[in-house]
């Protein structure tokens, strides 16, 4: 086989004449972008609001391939929401600070925890995500994942004074809705109960009301399944039925220790 067949066939299976990785890399520098106009002291906010329009209308040209829908209206609408979005992720490290002894100083939790890493990138994207922007929402929040092991779709609803701690291997589903002052740990999902493409348009995912604290490894799923406010999941527990509020819900598997004498 010819070098040139070769690349004749390679050609001829690149069947998606919008993939361009490019998108993926640009929507990063933006993301990159938008954390650091919003928290970083040394970062003049007129300046990089120019960068970031400069770097969203990039993303437009690579993004929005529906030539009837203007992606570029949308921007002004989005840069509006930026002080609200600020607001609410600092209720988020607020809530960190207050909710884990470990964290020395607020300081800590923007530059340290990837938990909150991984809300802040979830609160950009899902205001995209509200305003129908194509892809980028998505790139934005797998960034963040890879980065972080948190797995937030962008398409969630989440609440005020959210805190994730640890975060490795969480996992929150595109239709879940958490409201406020919420607490999860690592290797949560709120996941779907089933997996099927005819279900894309239903909600999929649980809801978890206000002041709930769900442990580790806890697995929630389901669409109808709603946990009450001021419940508490234990660790690795698995629910695909609803919880009254004020509930407290374990795992309790059996444990058992054999101790040898010293021989």
Not at 180 to 202: D, E, P, R
Request: aromatic residues 10%; glycine residues 6%.
């Amino acid at each position: 086989m010819t070098q040139q067949s070769i690349i004749e066939k390679i050609n001829r299976h690149k069947k998606q004449p919008n993939l361009r990785y490019v998108l993926k890399e640009k929507t990063e520098d933006f993301t990159n972008t938008l954390f650091y106009t919003l928290f970083d002291i040394d970062t003049p906010v007129e300046k990089n609001l120019k960068l970031l329009e400069h770097q969203f209308d990039a993303l437009v040209d690579l993004a929005c391939w529906d030539v009837d829908k203007s992606c570029k209206k949308i921007w002004d609408s989005y840069v509006e929401k930026l002080p609200e979005i600020l607001r609410r992720l600092n209720l988020d490290a607020e809530a960190t600070v207050n909710c884990d002894p470990a964290s020395l100083s607020i300081e800590e939790v923007y530059m340290a925890y990837p938990g909150f890493y991984a809300i802040a990138i979830y609160r950009l994207a899902h205001e995209l995500y509200m305003e129908g922007f194509p892809l980028v929402p998505r790139l934005m929040t797998e960034y963040a994942h890879r980065q972080t092991g948190v797995d937030i779709n962008p398409g969630a609803q989440i609440g005020d004074s959210f805190h994730i701690d640890h975060g490795t291997g969480v996992v929150i589903g595109e239709t879940a809705i958490i409201k406020n002052h919420v607490k999860i740990y690592q290797g949560v999902t709120l996941g779907g109960l089933y997996v099927a493409k005819h279900l894309q348009k239903t909600k999929r995912h649980p809801t978890i009301e206000d002041n709930v604290t769900i442990y580790a490894s806890a697995t929630i799923l389901g669409g109808d399944t709603v946990v009450g406010e001021n419940s508490v999941i234990g660790g690795n527990a698995w629910l695909t039925a609803s919880v009254p509020k004020n509930s407290t819900v374990f795992h309790t598997p059996e444990i058992k220790i054999k101790t040898f004498p010293n021989v």
